[in-house]
Nanobody, 121 residues
């Protein structure tokens, strides 16, 4: 059974930093593209950043220059470094990964349970 677990959220003052982690576990053959999403109260879930299996990254305009996504395939983990945090970054952050479990020859999308990030002004 493949699972994604996010960690690293918390309460931080504006201007501070947090590093989120997304760790995959289970019988995994390959982790393909991974995305970080967030959902603030009363708002729709939005895409924050993505990283492909080849390491290509993309960011939402609202976080460009402040957030950095990276991956360590040996550790089956993806990270989101968040700097210069703003109160509007407050949300639950979710990891979404396209994964090929072993030995199944198909890819599936998996979601983590989310981690709360709260930025105080």
């Amino acid at each position: 059974q493949v699972q994604l677990v996010e960690s690293g959220g918390g309460l931080v003052q504006a201007g501070g930093s947090l590093r989120l982690s997304c760790a995959a576990s289970g019988n995994i053959f390959r982790i393909n593209d991974v995305g970080w999403y967030r959902q603030a109260p009363g708002k729709q879930r939005e895409l924050v950043a993505t990283i492909t299996s080849g390491g290509t990254t993309n960011y939402a305009d609202s976080v460009k220059g402040r957030f950095t996504v990276s991956r360590d395939d040996a550790k089956k983990s993806v990270y989101l470094q968040m700097n210069s945090l703003k109160p509007e970054d407050t949300a639950v952050y979710y990891c979404n990964a396209n994964i090929r479990p072993a030995p199944i020859p198909w890819d599936y999308d998996y979601w983590g349970q989310g981690t709360q990030v709260t930025v105080s002004s």
